[in-house]
């Protein structure tokens, strides 16, 4: 399993970016998917999470109405749109999977077996 993100780069505070994270997954949507960021100091933090079917979506509140998961499973493929970014949102962010055959989104990053390598988003104020 490999999970491989794109899309980062430096933005300016109010601006947007569109992440994606293509997966070598033959059985990609029957998981959920996860985004996940760490700044540098700090833990790692749920983002947002899709259901196997995109139906449901979960988002931290500090995100919520800001960001927007999506997924393509024919493309094997989940997206993260972020709008009104501000300079608290400067992390790498990670895309993730449970690998698991459940519509559970968790939001505790020990529930995610398989990481993608990461992808940096500088938010400058």
């Known amino acids: 399993v490999q999970l491989q993100a794109f899309g980062g780069g430096l933005v300016q505070a109010g601006g947007s970016v569109r992440l994606s994270c293509e997966a070598s997954?033959?059985?990609?949507?029957?998981?959920?998917m996860g985004w996940f960021r760490q700044a540098p100091g700090k833990e790692r933090e749920f983002v947002a999470g899709?259901?196997?079917?995109?139906?449901?979506?979960t988002y931290a509140d500090s995100v919520k109405d800001r960001f927007t998961i999506s997924r393509d499973n024919a493309k094997n493929t989940v997206y993260l749109q972020m709008n009104s970014l501000k300079p608290d949102d400067t992390s790498v962010y990670y895309c993730?999977?449970?690998?698991?055959?459940?519509?559970?989104?968790?939001?505790?990053?020990?529930?995610?077996?398989?990481w993608g390598q990461g992808t940096q988003v500088t938010v400058s104020s």
């Open positions: 899709i259901s196997r079917t995109g139906s449901s979506t």
């Open positions: 993730a999977t449970d690998f698991q055959f459940t519509s559970v989104i968790f939001t505790n990053p020990e529930d995610y077996e398989y």
């Open positions: 997954i033959r059985s990609f949507g029957s998981h959920v």
